[in-house]
């Protein structure tokens, strides 16, 4: 299926898939203008959603709970495609306890031990550095594609973000680079990999990669990653930016204004990037803290992507729940979309 030149998307969770949510939600994507779907194909706990015949993740059984037979997956493509609904796979790379403890060596190490580092959840990460979780993840790229996927968004390609990970652990496979750079590396695998497939190679990145000159020590620098996929996905939910950010007192508070910064910063540092790719950014439909969100605080967000000429965007609320009454019809054009009204 052709990506379209628009996209308004919404994240669907493992659960919504099993427990048959995913139904209501393609209801919402015929009635609205809502196209696309990112399902879980691998989620942040290492579970693959069906049936896999990739040989590493049916060794480490991370295709054994509670997995969907590849047909039921199939069919349930066809349907979305049916109703005009683009299907994109997102996949999960160094954020995997399954791989992390079948394969102790491939996770990061504590430095004084040499034993899996554990977050503060008590789970292991995967070392970026290792190729094999690279080559893990792009053949679970290649069997979503295969099972009729249109588009394969990565998560996750980066380091842990606990500040004291960075003191903790020892990388013997960095050789002198930067974080950055691994991930860039990393990056271009994936897409050398995807060359072939013929879809879209998406990624997901921190939302203050936006603004942020450093790589925040999650090896996320705008310059390094923008020209290795084909779409990035900054995750600018303003509930997750600091008191102060942006001048803004309460940037959860202002997500027009947090938005209004975001956008302003990405397209500037993609301005002559040869090869940048196109900006969709994730919005929140979600409440984290004060104030709550709803309609208001949803359309506000989209409109500062508009603001910008940045037309596309995906929600994301874990449990798969939205805000429907925050959706148009359906947009057929960038002009509708444009003299489309929103409140800020």
Sequence with gaps: MRRP?????????????LGGRIRELIDVARRTEINALVLDVK???????????????RAIGADTTMPVSASRIRALLDTMRANGIFPIARIVVAKDPILADAHLEWAVQRRDRGTPWLDSNGRPWLDPHQRAVWSYAADLAAEAVGLGFSEVQFDYVRFPDERRMLRESRFPLARGRSRARVI???????????????????????????SHSSDMGIGQQWEEFIDQADVVLPMTYPSHYS????GLARPNASPYATIDHAMTDALARSRGIAGAARIVPWYQDFT?????????????????????????????????????????????????????????
Excluded: C
């Design 43 to 57: 989620d942040d706990r290492g579970f693959v959603l069906y049936r896999s015949r990739v040989p590493l993740a």
């Design 184 to 210: 860039h590396e990393q990056l271009a695998f994936l897409r050398t990999r995807m060359a072939s497939l013929g879809v879209p190679m998406a990624i997901d990145v921190f939302g203050l990669t936006t």
């Design 243 to 246: 008191a102060g950010t942006y």
């Design 288 to 344: 984290l803290g004060a104030p709550r969100y709803g309609v208001r605080k949803l359309r506000a967000q989209m409109q500062a992507g508009y603001d910008h000429g940045v037309w596309s965007w995906i929600l994301w609320n874990p449990g798969s729940r939205y805000t429907v009454a925050a959706f148009s019809s359906e947009i057929d054009t960038i002009a509708d979309a444009a003299s489309s009204t929103h409140s800020r």
């Design 5 to 17: 030149e628009i996209v308004r998307g919404l994240y669907v969770n493992r659960w919504a898939v």
